[in-house]
C-alpha cells in the first residue's frame, strides 16, 4: 500500500520516502527530512483546505522527532520547498497565510493515495513505475547492443 498524495492527477508524493514522482516520467525529485516533513504537514492538513498552522508546522517538522526549532528555521525551510517545488514545475504551490501559517494553493488538485488512486503508478508486478521503466530502458540497450553486434559481424562477413 502507498502513503502519499497525488498532486493534480499527474504527480505523486511518497509520504515514506518524500519522493515526488511524474506520472510517466518517474522519479523527479527527493526532498530533505525537514522539506518533506514539511511537505506532509502541508498535504495532510489540506484534505479540509485547512491551514498548517505555524504550531502544526512545528510540531511535524521538528517537535516529534525531538528537535527544537525557530521562526527562522521555519521560514528557511518553507522558502527552500517552494524554491524546490518552483524547480519541478509546481508554481506558487504553497501559500502564505498571514499570522496564521501556510497552506496549498486552491488551484492544485490534492488527493490522498489509495489502493485504486495509485494504480496507475505501479506495474503489474508491484514495481514503482520508475523501476520498470529503468528495467525497461536496460532490456533496450541490451537489444540495441546485440542489434549492433549483429550487423558488424554481417560487415565482417560480408567483408572476408
Request: with cysteine; proline share 2%; aromatic share 10%.
Amino acid at each position: 500500500m502507498l502513503n502519499g498524495f497525488i498532486i493534480n492527477n499527474n504527480m505523486l508524493f511518497d509520504s515514506e520516502q518524500f519522493t515526488l514522482y511524474a506520472l510517466h516520467k518517474g522519479k523527479i525529485a527527493t526532498l530533505s527530512g525537514t522539506k518533506g516533513r514539511c511537505m506532509l504537514c502541508l498535504l495532510s492538513h489540506h484534505h479540509n483546505n485547512e491551514i498548517s498552522t505555524k504550531k502544526a508546522l512545528f510540531y511535524d517538522i521538528w517537535e516529534k522527532h525531538g528537535l527544537f526549532s525557530t521562526d527562522s528555521c521555519l521560514l528557511q525551510t518553507v522558502y527552500s520547498l517552494r524554491k524546490d517545488l518552483n524547480q519541478i514545475g509546481l508554481t506558487s504551490f504553497v501559500t502564505t497565510q498571514p499570522r496564521l501559517g501556510y497552506s496549498i494553493s486552491p488551484s492544485y488538485y490534492i488527493q490522498q493515495a489509495n489502493d485504486e488512486a495509485s494504480a496507475i503508478w505501479y506495474s503489474e508486478d508491484g514495481l514503482p513505475l520508475e523501476s520498470r521503466r529503468e528495467e525497461s530502458e536496460q532490456t533496450d540497450l541490451t537489444v540495441f547492443s546485440s542489434a549492433i553486434n549483429v550487423f558488424k559481424s554481417a560487415i565482417n562477413t560480408g567483408a572476408s
